[in-house]
């Protein structure tokens, strides 16, 4: 699963849109929207912004290579 697949998944499960995501996490919606539909890796700063809204490891949602 890549991070956009795992944060969609995330995001359905607590029924949050993707701008209510936004307003949570600090993230741009536009950032979220990318991660999600264009496949983009999400930087350190904001996989961990989003990974402390979900209460998992922000090495959850990058990719192996970046985490280790």
Request: no cysteine; charged share 25%.
């Amino acid at each position: 699963m890549n991070a956009g697949e795992v944060l969609v998944k995330l995001r359905k499960e607590r029924g949050l849109s993707q701008f209510q995501l936004s307003d949570l996490s600090g993230v741009p919606q536009t950032t979220i929207s990318g991660i999600e539909n264009d496949g983009k890796t999400p930087g350190l700063k904001n996989a961990a912004k989003l990974a402390k809204v979900f209460q998992i490891h922000a090495e959850d949602l990058l990719p192996q290579e970046v985490a280790k």
